[in-house]
Nanobody, 124 residues
Framework: QLQLVESGGGLVQAGGSLRLSCAAS????????MSWVRQAPGKGLEWVSG????????SYADSVKGRFTISRDNAKNTLYLQMNSLKPEDAAVYYC?????????????????WGQGTQVTVSS
């Protein structure tokens, strides 16, 4: 069955870095766009970044542009999010989400499958 398992979250000081990973299984990972989405305490879901199926195209929310880098390794069925220069407002639960079956899309209208999330805490 389809699984998305995030890891790599933790506690980091402001200005620090973390690398999140999402191990995918149960579907043909290399044919789907993927995204990272986060939810801060008491707030709604925020789309953070997306990547197309072959990793050649990426997109970012303005709030993370220039600090976060999304990537994927289709041979390992794994999605990554490198987060640098972290700010307290980046603290959230980060989810990876399976996007749409498209070779070019980095964002999709619907994300039907999500991981369980990994907590990122940033101390000031």
């Amino acid at each position: 069955q389809l699984q998305l398992v995030e890891s790599g979250g933790g506690l980091v000081q402001a200005g620090g870095s973390l690398r999140l990973s999402c191990a995918a299984s149960g579907f043909t990972f290399s044919t789907y766009a993927m995204s990272w989405v986060r939810q801060a305490p008491g707030k709604g879901l925020e789309w953070v970044s997306g990547i197309n199926s072959n990793g050649g195209r990426t997109s970012y929310a303005d709030s993370v542009k220039g600090r976060f880098t999304i990537s994927r390794d289709n041979a390992k069925n794994t999605l990554y999010l490198q987060m640098n220069s972290l700010k307290p407002e980046d603290a959230a639960v980060y989810y990876c989400a399976k996007g749409c079956l498209s070779p070019t899309a980095t964002m999709c209208p619907v994300y039907r499958y999500w991981g369980q999330g990994t907590q990122v805490t940033v101390s000031s």
